[in-house]
């Protein structure tokens, strides 16, 4: 069987390749035999997330220092494919562990905030958890009503957030609070909350179209008291922080994009191969063969993009612009080669028998996720009217 796997043009070295084989063997090991089962209960399997520290996957990009793998994001990339190419679900909570809270407490957390932290999240014995989008504040962050007002050495934390990747399991989530006024970019603080600590809980868990393995849920704040050991960075910088946290997730969810795609494809691959009408395979058709080719390019193409993302990423250049267009580009091809695939499928594709329904379902969030496909337009834009 022709797997897509085999037909990318471009290697980004052996260490890549050991790594992608191992998120592939961990997936097939830990994750295959249980995905319709986690799907159909929306089931949050944190054991497997635990699993995954073990293998190093929940610190990626985290120094080993910090008891993290080390690793660059063409290694990072990969392990987020592998996963999500078996369950999209699972790609999804290792990326946003990743990219979202780990990542935001290693890039603005001060040393000491590091060594306290770091290395519980990125071996995986911790699970993160991060907030920013509120219900009438999703696109419009700097519109927030979570407030934080400063009582001497501590906070008072009030508000609710939602659609929180972890917002109900999480051991530890980064929030970031409004303590200035409404739509003030430098009004904005970050803050890590630990699980237990009064006035941090949940709420509604919500019940999705896709991704159900990943819990989304709400995060309440009821007079929750932090110290202010407990801030990252300078007060009223979260809003900036969270937005270059978002430059590297939204390489994040172009990996989880390229995994689902890829997913879909393999599975198209396989069924046209093996499903005959008029006594051939209907891969031999020139619709179901032109439809294979459209997706192998796209699916091609958002890699080259995501790839060099991450490239531009480990050099520490500016991702803002190719990190959205990677997210664009790749999340929407992502839904053109899930649709594609379940018409492949013909009524089979309709079926929970068979892995392209699910993917057809998981694919839409890749859209809407971490900014959807109009603001990734909107910032693209913007950034060329800069130069």
Known sequence: MFEFENAVSVSYGETTDLVADSAKNFSEQFIRPYVMEWDESQYFPIEALKKAGKFGFMGVL????????GMGYHEYIAIIEEISKVDPSIGLSVAAHNSLATQHIY???NEEQRMKWL?????????GAWGLTEYNTGSDAKGMNATAKRQGDHWVLNGT???ITHGKSCDLAV?????GEKGDSHGMTSFVIEKGTPGFGSGKVENKLGMRASETAEMIFDNCIIPDSN???AVGEGFIQS???LDGGRISIAALSLGIAKGAFDASVKYAKERKQFGKPIGTFQGISFMLADMATEIEAASLITHQAGEDKNQGKNVTQIGAMAKLFASEACVKVANNA????GGYGFTKDFPVEKFFRDSKLCTIGEGTSEIQKLVIARNLMKS
């Open 62 to 69: 985290i120094p080993e220092i910090y008891g993290g793998s």
């Open 107 to 109: 890039l603005f957390g």
């Open 119 to 127: 290395p519980k999240l990125a071996t995986g014995d911790w699970i």
């Open 161 to 163: 957030k939602n659609f």
């Open 175 to 179: 929030v970031i609070f409004r303590n």
């Open 231 to 233: 801030r990252l960075g």
């Open 243 to 245: 937005m270059k946290i």
């Open 342 to 345: 379940v018409q492949i499928h």
